[in-house]
């Protein structure tokens, strides 16, 4: 796809000499995609780059069309763990289409949870769950109940609501990701995500609660982990940093006398 997205883009330029034409930027989107899937992250930034600037220099910078450079670039913003310039492009991706188009309508949906990742890493636990569940709310209804793309929400709202000490919701709400993706056709290391994040919500859950069957709730957690790490082994290549994540959690979970575990 990336090569045929290239070849378009020479095509283009013969078309039309200048490059700045929005039918370049779509092409650059495309191909921007096509790269960030190839894991090419900072070429594809580029593209998206230019698909921005091409469409405000041709449309204006108020133009809905803005909407999906400015998401994508948020998205490779939160990649790079840099919140504060996801939040400014979220933020304005959400102001565009607030006046174009409905409160509840599916482009909004990836803005919302791009920035309740952002509120999320700013330690905002209460904005963040906001967010989530508003985004939540807008895919259920576009894509139904079983939709994959409702796992990023869920996994979001676990993470938050474990933080606010929302323990049993947190650990419905990654048990509820958790059995989308493992009944959908999708990334092993997508379903290792989502089954890593319920071993350290169970085994919180299970710890703090002080229940009769603490002990049989923690050994599933650490059943979860090891399969979640099993599935970061056979990826091709191997996801070291989260078998080293995971290797740390188990390490400090299976040590003799550890009866309680610190917070996550």
């Given at each position: 796809a990336a090569d045929r997205q290239r070849r378009a883009a020479e095509l283009g330029a013969e078309l039309f000499p200048d490059g700045n034409h929005p039918f370049i930027a779509n092409i650059l989107l495309d191909w921007g995609s096509a790269l960030e899937n190839l894991g090419q992250h900072d070429e594809a930034r580029e593209h998206y780059l230019r698909a921005l600037k091409i469409i405000e220099d041709n449309l204006g910078k108020d133009h809905p069309d803005l909407a999906t450079p400015l998401t994508n670039?948020?998205?490779?913003?939160?990649?790079?763990?840099?919140?504060?310039t996801a939040m400014t492009y979220f933020e304005r991706v959400l102001g565009l289409l607030d006046s174009t188009v409905e409160s509840d309508h599916p482009d909004k949906a990836r803005p919302l949870y791009g920035l309740g990742v952002a509120y999320e890493h700013r330690g905002r636990w209460r904005k963040a769950s906001s967010l989530f569940k508003r985004a939540l709310t807008i895919w259920e209804k576009a894509q139904g109940r079983n939709h994959p793309q409702l796992a990023y929400p869920l996994l979001g709202l676990c993470r938050v609501l474990a933080r606010r000490g929302q323990y049993q919701t947190a650990l419905e709400s990654c048990t509820r990701a958790l059995?989308?993706?493992e009944t959908k056709q999708i990334d092993p290391t997508l379903q290792a995500q989502a089954r890593f994040e319920l071993a350290q919500i169970t085994w919180e859950t299970a710890t703090r609660r002080g229940a009769s069957n603490a002990e049989v709730e923690q050994a599933?957690?650490?059943v979860l982990a090891r399969r979640a790490r099993d599935a970061y082994a056979q990826a091709t290549p191997p996801d070291s940093e989260s078998i080293e994540r995971i290797?740390?959690?188990?390490?400090?979970?299976?040590s003799p006398g550890n009866e309680r575990p610190s917070p996550r």
């Open positions: 670039l948020g998205s490779m913003a939160i990649r790079r763990e840099d919140y504060k059995n989308i993706r599933r957690a650490l290797d740390g959690w188990m390490d400090d979970r299976e």
